[in-house]
């Protein structure tokens, strides 16, 4: 990460600006008895020299807003949701409000809501980043000293803590369960592939079908339900149909499911279905659907409080500074039902 001491200041934007501090403060919370001149003028020098106000510095002076920010991809997908139920109740704990904002995997969404997260002076961020690698992600964290923390997709060299599940084992866990039950061509459905959950679930698929000799097979298509329904429409008519399916989130699995209902598909004596994620109608549909689960309210409290633990450090400057780049990762953990074959041994159509 940069070196913070190489970043513009306030006084170095009102120098360049030709106007006081104070003006640049003013403009920076709202604009309050500077002309529109002088605003638009501040605004091109701010956005020139790339300043961001040190959210940690006001912290240090006592300026807190008691709220802190959380940024996911989606507020409709169950796990994100949960991590957001469970960090709000953590926040309200503390006397801290939540806001927040759904990026739907869009880096420039993303940075777009940073940076009114930021404005809002919130004290402190978790996210769960669209890209790790985005340039706009990266450009804004290294302008930026806020206390902040990563779930589901770690910040690889940011120095940004982060928690996560063990994707790649609990991955491999359904991989070797499959097996054990005697299938052999297990396909592993996903899409999104260049996300850090998916690649990891991809690795831990590939390693259990490699240590048993068996060969590893992905359709990386999935991006929707249509996209789903072909896929396994291929799947179904090749040459080797698969015994099995893997699908690496929930969504990917209810589509899965959706489609082989549709195709009069027998589950699990003609193809047995495993999804990583579990969600609220899993246990109820027929068959009830076998899945790695994570350990949502795990993942939440543990990252609000690493980022209680920044905040706290933040104001004691004796405190020893928080671990860069630390992954927490906590396990996951398998829930057997009939869709593998596990709790019913008569299929279901």
Known sequence: MANKSLLPTLSQVARVAGVGSATVSRVI?????????????????IQKLGYVPNQAARTLKGHRTKTIGLVVPSTADPFFSSCAEVIQQIARANGLLLIVTATDNNAESEVDSLNALIRQRVDGMII????????????????????MVAIDRPIRNSGIPSVVADNAKGAQTATEHLIEHGYERIVCLTGESNLYTIRERMNGYRKAMEAANLNPVFDLSVKDYKSTELAIKNLLHGSKAPDAIFATKNQTTIYAFEALLKFNVAMPRTVALFGFDDFELASTVRPSISVIAQPVEEIGRRAAELLFAQLEDSRNEESA?????QIIKVKTHLIPRSSCGCSDPLSYR
């Open 128 to 147: 769960v980043p669209s890209n790790a690698r985005s340039p706009g992600l990266c450009g804004l964290l290294e302008r930026t000293n806020m206390p």
């Open 321 to 325: 500074p928080a671990p860069k780049n």
């Open 29 to 45: 919370n709202g604009g309050e008895r500077v002309s529109p001149e002088t605003m638009v003028h501040v605004l091109r020098v």
